[in-house]
């Protein structure tokens, strides 16, 4: 079955630590993004692709970056978390024209201690 | 600049009535809108879309009804169930010069009490 999975779902960490936060699907997207989402708050974007060896920074600064080596994988890297860090990461991937809208991950609730 | 904007943090309905979720936006540019739903801990899952060149898209339980006169657009449940109750979102498409990102409200919690 076609899907998009993250992993891990929960992650409670250190202060300082390297943290990668993995996305995969399985529809054969081309465009894959990176939203950050807090309680109440619109989803940020932080991050998108639109091809292999494409990257792009969204609207919000992060202080992340990512990869896209497979056109099925994007993960996402803390070299160093904080405590600001701490959030809802929720990845998606989308056809070219997004008629469909986008499929999203089910997140990664960060937290940073 | 917020161009999508849902002034409703939050919103109760009682189960079986109609819950209707707004949403305003200031693009013009703007050319598709779309509805998702959110559970806590779970990524948005789509619900429904319109065209800007449509006035109501129906699907089930759910209508969505665009105004572009007044840059609004509702979505429409009838009637309320329990498992309604999420943070649902709406969103609106930029065209191809800006590769059809979304750009996003914050959500309205909607609340369905028995």
């Known amino acids: 079955e076609a899907d998009i999975y993250q992993t891990p779902r929960y992650l409670v960490i250190g202060t300082g630590k390297k943290i990668t936060l993995e996305c995969s699907q399985t529809?054969?997207?081309?465009?894959m993004y990176w939203y950050q989402q807090d309680p109440g708050m619109e989803l940020h974007l932080i991050h998108y692709s639109y091809g292999v060896n494409s990257t792009e920074k969204g609207d919000l600064s992060s202080e992340s970056t990512v990869s896209r080596i497979r056109t099925e994988h994007f993960p996402l890297t803390l070299e160093s978390a904080r405590p600001s860090h701490t959030s809802q990461y929720l990845c998606?991937?989308?056809?070219?024209?997004?008629?469909?809208?986008?499929?999203f991950g089910s997140g990664t609730r960060l937290t940073v201690v | 600049d917020q161009q999508v904007k849902q002034n409703s943090p939050s919103l109760s309905v009682q189960e079986g009535r109609i819950s209707i979720l707004n949403c305003d936006y200031t693009n013009s540019m703007f050319d598709y809108f779309l509805w998702y739903k959110k559970y806590p801990a779970e990524g948005p899952t789509f619900l429904i879309s319109?065209?800007?060149i449509k006035d109501k898209n129906e699907d089930g339980r759910f209508t969505v009804f665009l105004n572009k006169s007044a840059k609004h657009l509702s979505l429409h449940i009838v009637p309320s169930q329990p498992g309604d109750s999420a943070v649902y979102f709406c969103a609106a498409r930029k065209g191809m010069d800006s590769n059809y990102q979304l750009i996003w409200g914050a959500g309205t919690k909607l609340i369905i009490k028995p």
């Open positions: 319109i065209s800007s």
């Open positions: 529809m054969g997207h081309d465009k």
């Open positions: 998606a991937s989308s056809e070219d024209q997004g008629y469909y809208g986008y499929t």
